[in-house]
T-cell receptor, first 111, second 112 residues
Framework: EDQVTQSPEALRLQEGESSSLNCSYTVSGLRGLFWYRQDPGKGPEFLFTLYSAGEEKEKERLKATLTKKESFLHITAPKPEDSATYLCAVETTDSWGKLQFGAGTQVVVTP | DAGVTQSPTHLIKTRGQHVTLRCSPISGHKSVSWYQQVLGQGPQFIFQYYEKEERGRGNFPDRFSARQFPNYSSELNVNALLLGDSALYLC???????????FGPGTRLLVL
C-alpha cells in the first residue's frame, strides 16, 4: 500500500534558524512529488513539483530536494511569515491525477 | 488571473441533509479534483473530472457524487450527511489532470 509520512509533526523555530522537513514515501511508481504550503483555514498553495531523484527546486528561502525514498524541504533563515503547515503529496504512475498527501508539518517561526 | 473559486465559503447543515458545493477552475484548466480535509490531516482525494468525465474516485461512500459542466466548473454533492462529513472541502484544478493541481480556498462544512 502506498504511504506518505511527514516528520516532524510540528516544528518551532527562531527567526533565522534554518531547518529541514522530511517527507518519506513508499509507492509503487512515483510520477511526481509535490510540496504545498497551507495557512490556517485556507487552501493549499503550490510550492514545488519534483519528478526524479536528484532534482532540486528553490524559491526564496525554500529549497526542495528528492531522493528515491524521500524528499526534504529546507527552510533557510526563516521569517515569521514562513509560519504555516507544509504538505507533501505524491502522484503515482497508476493513479494519474490523484494526489496522496502526508499529514503535514506545522511550522511556527518566532521573532 | 483569477484562481480557483469555491462557494459557499462556510456551510452549516444537520445530519441527514443534502449539500452541494461548487467550484470554478482557473481559466483554461479542464480538470477539477475534489478533496476532503479533516482537522489535523492532509487532504483526502474524493473525485477527479476531466472533460466532464470521471477520471478517478477515492475511497468515499456512494453518498458522495460530483459532476463537471461544459464550462469546466464542477459540483460536489453529499447526501444523507453524517457528523463525520464535517471538514474543509477543497477543489483543485489543473490543465489536464496530470499536471500540477492548484487549490481553491475551500468550503468549510459543519454538520450538526
Amino acid at each position: 500500500e502506498d504511504q506518505v509520512t511527514q516528520s516532524p509533526e510540528a516544528l518551532r523555530l527562531q527567526e533565522g534558524e534554518s531547518s529541514s522537513l522530511n517527507c518519506s514515501y513508499t509507492v509503487s511508481g512515483l510520477r511526481g512529488l509535490f510540496w504545498y504550503r497551507q495557512d490556517p483555514g485556507k487552501g493549499p498553495e503550490f510550492l514545488f513539483t519534483l519528478y526524479s531523484a536528484g532534482e532540486e527546486k528553490e524559491k526564496e528561502r525554500l529549497k526542495a530536494t528528492l531522493t528515491k525514498k524521500e524528499s526534504f524541504l529546507h527552510i533557510t533563515a526563516p521569517k515569521p511569515e514562513d509560519s504555516a503547515t507544509y504538505l507533501c503529496a505524491v502522484e503515482t504512475t497508476d493513479s494519474w491525477g490523484k494526489l496522496q498527501f502526508g499529514a503535514g508539518t506545522q511550522v511556527v517561526v518566532t521573532p | 488571473d483569477a484562481g480557483v473559486t469555491q462557494s459557499p465559503t462556510h456551510l452549516i447543515k444537520t445530519r441527514g441533509q443534502h449539500v452541494t458545493l461548487r467550484c470554478s477552475p482557473i481559466s483554461g484548466h479542464k480538470s477539477v479534483s475534489w478533496y476532503q480535509q479533516v482537522l489535523g490531516q492532509g487532504p483526502q482525494f474524493i473525485f477527479q473530472y476531466y472533460e466532464k468525465e470521471e477520471r478517478g474516485r477515492g475511497n468515499f461512500p456512494d453518498r458522495f457524487s460530483a459532476r463537471q459542466f461544459p464550462n469546466y466548473s464542477s459540483e460536489l454533492n453529499v447526501n444523507a450527511l453524517l457528523l463525520g462529513d464535517s471538514a474543509l472541502y477543497l477543489c483543485a484544478s489543473s490543465l489536464d489532470g496530470g499536471e500540477t493541481q492548484y487549490f481553491g480556498p475551500g468550503t468549510r462544512l459543519l454538520v450538526l
